[in-house]
């Protein structure tokens, strides 16, 4: 700054405060003018052109002269009692932002019980303030916990001088971490010395946890925290707790080999244990948003993949409808002969899986009810037989034996084939991959002749489903334990399947019974029973004389139901519309029933059912859909709706709800 610049400056503003001390500093810390004031109270000789920072004895590392710039910076002169307060003169032109320096020496108040301000104390306390606002920064840029916790863990130790500094994070079980800061090398052995402080600090946390502040431990007899001063090799610890909101996140400890530690010093260590607390909890809050923006970024996918499989669903539905409707017709109309009947099971088989898939696309990514259907377990051990034969080691011996013509089962043919595929994996890690493997199932009768042996289950039909290896067997212990939850003999690095404790639960909901027999070195069996679907035995209705209107705009679907219908010796009238299905219903036809489907042009399958009940038309209605959860949302009673069914449609189910409602 120009020298006349500074006297224009002075002569104007500064010499009128007589009563003040003042000077003014050049932009490379040299007085370039003063008062008399200012040089009576420094007593000094000569000043101007002088660095202040010299002339006031300002230790260097204490003014930084680029974290002054903004604000201003005090400094105790114990020896003449007053403070300089030096205050940047900045501009506002950028290339250049700083003019210079205006310094004040402000007169210290003395306090009754000490002459002067403790000029140590004031130095370590700008030192403080001048750490904190980098950890601050630290904090704000920084994500990673273990660099955060290290410079805090540092500070600590530097600011209250002491020898080491140790951090204890907390979790929510027992388990602890440790993370030392030992310079001159103190704790030769750190995991010894971690294992001490975690079995003796469980008295200390709860005096933490009562007192909510820094513990001052002393190496003394009967004093807590005794044994961490004997082990850590130190006169005094400081132990400060990092609290957010009640939960104990993580403590802070610093020692000395010698001395002891002062208000000061406790202060500073609480500071800045509290910011660690709020650096682990921000982080913490941090990972739980990524964690939420993840899953919401996870279920968006999964609804939109959930909306576009959706739209697929009717076609897909349709298609797969004719090919069990042809099939049924097939059986009907073509000769049996054994090549024949070969081709027609594997096209069926084939469609059974495509309808699955299906199925499936339609419920990924949103829960959906678990649907009960007939499922033919010969089909089923078919299947789980040819994933063995495809997919277990060579090494392996399996070996199916089942009865045919076993009774159907009405459940949820996905769960069962996934528990039988899971008791066959437990079973080829039982054996090791060296052993054998029989998989069998036979229909058996529970009643007064045989109950005794099967005390859990109801008298009746059943089908039992077994399991059996020669591996290593099961020990008694273990065998009363392997249906609870959580409970498994498997390492953490193998897959554990279903569990015994899901299969369990699905059975049960089956309302049938697994059981299981073993022995050490001599194998394992596992037994399922499911009972058997007994449809309710009714005199089926003639149907010469009923008549059933079809609405689909599907024609190849709409044409083949109702030959399958007509070949039922149902009468069918066929439209494509809603507005065609009042039509008919108007014209004083008398029809029985009405399947109607959900998609359909001019008017939806439900805005249909609508006007057929304005209109006061008492016939069943079947609601039709190849999308599951479309049929789910449905509130049948609203709509008067008699039954629903979905695409593809399973003539046999179809057929045997038209005779129940008519």
């Known amino acids: 700054m120009p020298d006349d610049l500074i006297s224009r400056i002075a002569a104007d503003d500064l010499l009128k405060a007589q009563n003040a001390s003042i000077a003014i500093a050049n932009e490379d810390q040299k007085i370039v003018w003063y008062n008399q ?65 205006f310094i004040e020496l402000i007169p210290t108040v003395q306090s009754e019980e000490s002459e002067y301000i403790d000029t140590e104390l004031m130095e370590r306390n700008i030192y403080f303030l001048n750490e904190l606002e980098e950890l601050l920064v630290l904090l704000v840029k920084e994500n990673s916990l273990e660099k955060i916790s290290n410079q805090i863990i540092l500070k600590c130790a530097e600011i209250s001088r002491s020898d080491i500094g140790i951090g204890i994070f907390h979790d929510s079980g027992d388990k602890n971490d440790f993370l030392f800061h030992d310079p001159d090398n103190l704790i030769k052995n750190k995991s010894y ?35 961490l001063t004997q082990t850590l090799k130190c006169e005094s610890l400081i132990i400060s707790p990092c609290f957010f909101e009640e939960e104990l996140l993580a403590t802070v400890i610093v020692g000395k080999t010698t001395g002891r530690y002062s208000a000061f010093d406790i202060n500073i260590v609480e500071q800045l244990s ?39 669903a009717h076609d897909f539905s349709n298609l797969l409808s004719s090919i069990f409707g042809s099939l049924n017709l097939l059986r009907k109309r073509v000769p049996a002969n054994e090549d024949t009947d070969r081709l027609i099971d594997t096209i ?86 060296k052993g054998s493997i029989k998989l069998s199932a036979e229909n058996i009768t529970i009643d007064d002749n045989n109950i005794v042996n099967y005390p859990l289950l109801e008298k009746g039909n059943y089908v039992r489903i077994s399991v059996e290896d020669d591996g290593e067997g099961i020990d008694e212990q273990n065998l009363q334990k392997i249906f609870d939850p959580y409970f498994s003999t498997k390492n953490k690095e193998q897959g ?21 027999t073993s022995e050490i070195n001599s194998g394992t069996r596992f037994d399922v029973y499911l009972p058997a679907y007994e449809p309710l035995k009714e005199e089926k209705p003639s149907s010469a004389d009923k008549i059933i209107l079809l609405a689909d705009d599907e ?11 007509e ?79 979905q695409k593809p449609y399973e003539f046999d189910t179809m057929l045997n709800t038209i005779q129940q409602l008519i």
Not at 42 to 68: A, C, E, H, M, Y
Not at 290 to 308: F, H, S
Not at 555 to 565: I, K, V
Not at 602 to 623: A, D, H, Q, W, Y
């Open 274 to 312: 509290a910011l660690l607390s709020f650096a682990i909890s921000n982080l913490r809050t941090k990972e739980l948003n990524t964690a939420l923006e993840t899953r919401l970024l996870q279920a968006q996918k999964l609804e939109t993949i959930g909306k576009l499989s959706s739209g697929m």
């Open 37 to 101: 004031k200012f040089k009576d109270d420094l007593g000094r000789g000569r000043i101007k052109g002088n660095n202040f920072i010299t002339l006031l004895s300002i230790p260097d590392n204490i003014f930084q002269p680029d974290k002054v710039s903004k604000k201003i910076f005090s400094y105790p002169l114990a020896k003449i009692n007053f403070t300089a307060s030096i205050t940047p003169i900045r501009s506002k032109a950028k290339k250049k932002p700083r003019l210079g320096y």
């Open 555 to 565: 024609e190849m679907l709409s044409d083949l139901l109702a030959e399958l219908l």
């Open 567 to 645: 070949s039922s010796d149902y009468n069918v009238i066929k439209v494509s519309s809603g507005k065609e299905a009042l039509r008919v219903l108007t014209e004083e036809i008398k029809v029985d029933l009405a399947i109607i489907d959900y998609n359909m042009p001019e008017l939806s399958g439900l805005e249909t059912i609508e006007e057929i009940r304005k209109l006061n038309f008492k016939l069943p209605v079947i609601l039709s859909s190849g999308a599951p959860e479309l049929l789910d949302r449905i509130d049948l009673d609203k709509y008067k709706i008699s039954s629903r069914i």
């Open 496 to 516: 554990s399947g279903l569990g015994l404790y899901v299969s369990y639960g699905i059975i049960k909901a089956h309302n049938g019974l697994i059981d299981v």
């Open 193 to 227: 010395a971690g294992t001490v402080i975690r079995s003796d600090f469980s008295f200390i946390n709860k005096w933490l946890h009562l007192n909510k502040k820094p513990l001052l431990v002393l190496n003394q007899q009967n004093n807590i925290g005794f044994n």
């Open 348 to 433: 069926e088989d084939c469609s059974i899986r495509a309808r699955d898939l299906t199925k499936g696309l339609l419920s990924y990514g949103k829960p959906t009810p678990k649907r009960k259907e007939l499922v033919k377990p010969n089909r089923l051990i078919n299947e789980i037989s040819k994933v063995i034969s495809q997919t277990f080691p060579k090494s392996i011996t399996f070996e199916e034996s089942s009865k045919k013509n076993l009774y159907d089962i009405l459940g949820n043919g996905t769960e069962i084939y996934q528990i039988l595929l899971n008791l066959c994996v437990n079973a080829k890690e039982a054996t090791n991959e």
